[in-house]
């Protein structure tokens, strides 16, 4: 299925190049967001998890970079990544990956972490692909309650696209 039906543990995905911060994206995932931790994950520690990230969102990896045969495949509900990141010396930013996500079909929820002021915060926003940006600062509290009112917007609008009767 392409979301998690109600009643269903959410999948997320988080990508971050600190240490902290993927244990952050973890703890969101597991105490506020009560995720199905089995396929969550947070990823960064590797160029190979930036580069296999958008397969990794959309169930065609796992977390461990292994390929999942077709029947098991399940994209993320949520995806969590950091803006700017430099992993293995490598730059990459999270709206480029979230756009390459939307280009590949992924129709999550996508939600960017940024340190950076509020101008380019607001930058972030107005880009059609991402759902939802948040300061660093933002507390795990307000970006659960966030990316939960979006999961349920996102079960909204898919009801509302299956029923022809409306």
């Given at each position: 299925?392409?979301?998690?039906p109600r009643g269903e543990?959410?999948?997320?995905?988080?990508?971050?190049?600190?240490?902290?911060?993927?244990?952050?994206?973890?703890?969101?995932?597991?105490?506020?967001?009560?995720?199905?931790?089995?396929?969550?994950?947070?990823?960064?520690?590797?160029?190979?998890?930036?580069?296999?990230?958008?397969?990794?969102?959309?169930?065609?990896?796992?977390?461990?970079?292994?390929?999942?045969?077709?029947?098991?495949?399940?994209?993320?509900?949520?995806?969590?990544?950091?803006?700017?990141?430099?992993?293995?010396?490598?730059?990459?930013t999270g709206s480029q990956?979230?756009?390459?996500?939307?280009?590949?079909?992924?129709?999550?929820?996508?939600?960017?972490?940024?340190?950076?002021?509020?101008?380019?915060?607001?930058?972030?926003?107005?880009?059609?692909?991402?759902?939802?940006?948040?300061?660093?600062?933002?507390?795990?509290?307000?970006?659960?309650?966030?990316?939960?009112?979006?999961?349920?917007?996102?079960?909204?609008?898919?009801?509302?696209?299956?029923?022809?009767?409306?």
């Open positions: 299925p392409p979301f998690a543990p959410l999948v997320c995905i988080g990508l971050d190049d600190n240490s902290l911060c993927r244990e952050l994206h973890t703890l969101i995932f597991d105490v506020f967001l009560q995720a199905d931790m089995v396929r969550s994950a947070a990823l960064g520690q590797s160029r190979a998890e930036v580069t296999q990230f958008v397969d990794v969102a959309q169930g065609r990896r796992d977390a461990s970079l292994l390929p999942v045969a077709a029947w098991a495949q399940r994209p993320a509900d949520v995806v969590l990544l950091d803006e700017c990141m430099r992993i293995d010396g490598v730059r990459c990956l979230a756009r390459d996500l939307r280009f590949d079909g992924f129709e999550g929820l996508i939600c960017i972490q940024s340190g950076a002021g509020d101008g380019h915060l607001q930058q972030l926003r107005s880009l059609p692909f991402i759902d939802f940006v948040f300061s660093k600062m933002a507390t795990p509290n307000h970006l659960a309650d966030c990316v939960v009112v979006g999961v349920a917007q996102i079960r909204q609008r898919a009801q509302g696209e299956g029923n022809l009767d409306a």
